[in-house]
Each structure stands twice: as C-alpha cells, then as structure tokens.
C-alpha cells in the first residue's frame, strides 16, 4: 500500500464512521508532514448544520491543532471529490493539494476549480485514490436509503 492509500483508508474509516451515524458517508483527514493531524466525517445532520461536511470539520479541527488558519503544507485526503465549498474552504485555508477517491460525475468540481486563475492560491487536486472502495461505500449508502424509504433508484438522498 502506497502513502496515499494509507493516508485515503483513515479517510475511509471516517466515511464508515459517518454512516454508522446516518450521516452521508464522507470521511476526510489532513496530513502534514507524513502525520495526520486532523480526521473528521460528515455531521450535517447530526449538528443541523449545512456547513459540517467532512472537509470543513477536518480544516476546524487542523487549524486549531497548529493554533493557525493557514494549513500550508497539508495535505487533505478525502472519500468523495469535494463541493465548491469544501474546495473554496481548501483554498482559503492554504492547503496544498487534495486527493479524493470518488469523481463526483455530475459536476467535476475540482476541474471547475482549477480552470479559475484569479485566486491567490494553487490548490492541486487528484482523484481516484481508492476509487472504488470510495465509491463502493456511498453507493451502499444510497441503496440502502432508497431501499427503506421505497424509492427508485435513480433518486438520492
């Protein structure tokens, strides 16, 4: 197993911790250094609050563990690609490069991201770490969703 696989299965564990909350299963850390210094997963609807994605909750938790805003020099590790808050929220906070697992197909936000020149920062992102264990994890999620409220499957939560 290679750094960054090790790094995305504490990402992993995060999103199995979610899930086990009834929280969508997304699970990140922030290394820096080679150390994990952060690790959070998904709270929306534990703390009825639209901002406690995964991403959001590890860049609180790191930040105050370095006594800094600025996360320069990590790294984030994280189960789905992020939304363009989550990213906006990277870049604010100066982290240097996000790995994710999952491509979130409908919106390919991080190359939406990436395309813009105008911010002070340079944020690198690279999917497809532990792709399909990611992936795998919020499928399960969602059937199981649609599956006990009737749905079809098309539909999400």
Same mark, same amino acid.
Request: net charge positive.
């Given at each position: 197993m290679n +750094? %960054? +696989?090790r790094f995305m299965t504490k990402a992993v564990k995060q999103a199995l911790a979610a899930m086990k909350q009834d929280e969508v299963p997304i699970g990140a850390v922030i290394v820096k250094d080679? !150390?994990?210094i952060a690790r959070a997963h998904n709270r929306r609807r534990k703390s009825n609050d639209a901002t406690a994605h995964a991403e959001t909750e590890a860049i #609180? !938790?790191?930040? %105050? %563990? *370095?006594g800094d805003w600025r996360l320069n020099g990590c +790294? @984030?590790?994280v189960t789905l690609e992020p939304c363009? @808050?989550?990213l906006g929220a990277c870049y604010n $906070? #100066? *982290?240097s490069k996000v790995y994710f697992g999952a491509y979130d197909k409908t919106e390919g936000r991080s +190359? @939406?991201? #990436? /395309?813009v020149n105008t911010l002070n920062h340079n944020l690198e992102t690279e999917g497809g770490v532990l792709e399909e264990k990611c992936s795998n994890i919020l499928t399960q999620y969602f059937k199981s969703k #649609? /599956? $006990?409220r009737n749905l079809p499957a098309d539909d999400c939560d």
């Open positions: +750094e %960054k +696989e080679g !150390k994990v #609180r !938790k790191a930040c %105050k %563990k *370095i +790294e @984030m590790y363009l @808050m989550c $906070a #100066r *982290i +190359e @939406m991201m #990436r /395309s #649609r /599956s $006990a």
